[in-house]
């Protein structure tokens, strides 16, 4: 099992930055990959294999995205920089034990809200 708890939603401009956090607990090795989507079992966002901070990330968002991990608290970040209204959305963070491309993520956080106006 793992938990995850998402944070740090909020509503901001276009053009401006946010970042979320994803607080992860439980079984290491369902954890071993940690993703980020927009709406929940959607496309993914970005995703991180937790073992060696190898990324993957979705086209819309390469350059202005970026996943990256704190293995000391098992927390995994979403910098979100230029955002567009279009990046508006709740955000979950998900687990696996495996990290394809884009694994079937098992476990799933509560999401925070994500909000960029025009």
């Known amino acids: 099992w793992a938990r995850l708890v998402e944070s740090g939603g909020d509503s901001v401009q276009a053009g401006g930055s946010l970042r979320l956090s994803c607080a992860t607990s439980g079984n290491t090795a369902h954890r071993k990959c940690v993703g980020w989507f927009r709406e929940k079992k959607s496309k993914g966002v970005a995703r991180i294999y937790t073992g060696d901070g190898s990324t993957l990330y979705d086209d819309s968002v390469k350059g202005r995205f970026t996943i990256s991990q704190d293995k000391t608290t098992s927390t995994v970040f979403l910098q979100m920089d230029n955002l567009k209204p279009e990046d508006s959305g709740t955000y979950y963070c998900?687990?696996?034990?495996?990290?394809?491309?884009?694994?079937?993520?098992?476990?799933w956080g509560q999401g925070t809200q994500v909000a960029v106006s025009s």
């Open positions: 998900a687990s696996d034990s495996t990290c394809g491309s884009w694994p079937d993520f098992v476990y």
